[in-house]
């Protein structure tokens, strides 16, 4: 990204519009977040690129839903953060907005002074890193979670979730906004329907996505065998399932 005042003003909005939402509603806690890399200077170069690319993925991402930049201002490694943030594909723009808002508010406060940190939603996800990391699979940070319920027939289940997930990180991978989402209707004695989802980040490749898609589909027995739902996320891509519908169609 270059330097603006457009991009200043977003990242004063930002924290005003931030500091209303912390005040109406409260800051919503994220499904997870991490921290790494080493400390950079309050106030130094480092933290001022960052502002202003937290403010730059604040005004871009809401736009199609994906925002990656990078802001130098002068300095080069190791005062440049790189950042994307990406919204759920089937979420508007305003509630990525909100969201990409509060994540970038949120880890923030969570990893003060750390070049690197990630947090995920359920509407959005957001990366900034020292490390020039676009189109590279993270192979980092992993997040799983599940459903506690188990479901009637695990060996039936747990295949026709496999073969959704399996198609739908196919389809992901072949679309522009590389994401997909779908059901499949069960048959026999589960009389019950399984709601999918896959995502990867922009910055990859066609064949990336559906490498990282299908390394997150070979977690799932560890992670949600013979369970009601699923997930697991990772800085590049995402699946989810459920019996229940959990995107808009
Ligand atoms: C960063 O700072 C925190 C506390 O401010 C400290 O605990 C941590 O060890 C530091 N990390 C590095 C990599 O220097
Ligand atoms: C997430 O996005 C969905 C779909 O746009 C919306 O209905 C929901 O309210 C959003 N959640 C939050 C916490 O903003
Ligand atoms: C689900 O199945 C596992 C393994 O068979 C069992 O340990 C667990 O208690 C079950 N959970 C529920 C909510 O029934």
């Known amino acids: 990204m270059s330097s603006s005042s457009s991009n200043n003003n977003a990242f004063y909005f930002l924290i005003s519009f931030a500091l209303l939402l912390q ?10 977040h991490s921290c790494s890399g080493e400390n950079f200077t309050v106030h130094g170069p ?3 690129n960052l502002n202003r690319l937290m403010g730059f993925l604040y005004h871009q991402t809401p736009y ?3 925002g990656l930049g990078s802001t130098s201002f002068g300095a080069h490694y190791p005062d440049q953060p790189y950042g994307i ?8 723009s305003s509630d990525c907005k909100t969201c990409v808002a509060e994540a970038s508010s949120y880890i923030r406060k969570s990893c003060p002074n750390r070049k690197q940190a990630t947090i ?7 990366k900034y890193s020292d490390e020039k990391f676009f189109g ?9 979670s599940w459903n506690t319920q188990n479901v009637t027939n695990p060996t039936y289940f747990n295949q026709k979730a496999k073969d959704l997930l399996t198609h739908l990180a196919h389809e992901a991978s072949v679309t522009p906004k590389m994401y997909a989402a779908r059901e499949l209707k069960l048959e026999g004695s589960e009389r019950e329907t399984v709601y999918g989802m896959a ?40 699946i989810r399932y459920e019996i229940y519908p959990f995107v808009k169609a």
């Open 23 to 32: 005040s109406a509603f409260g800051v919503t806690e994220p499904l997870f």
């Open 46 to 48: 480092y933290e001022k």
């Open 64 to 66: 199609t839903g994906f």
């Open 85 to 92: 943030a990406l919204c759920r594909g089937d979420v508007s």
């Open 120 to 126: 995920w939603y359920d509407n959005c996800s957001l």
């Open 136 to 144: 590279q699979i993270d192979h980092g940070t992993k997040f799983y």
């Open 199 to 238: 995502q990867c980040t922009r910055d990859l490749s066609d064949g990336d996505c559906k490498t990282c898609l299908d390394g997150l589909i070979g977690d799932l027995p560890s992670c949600c065998d013979g369970k009601q739902g699923g997930r697991v996320v990772t800085g590049s891509c995402n």
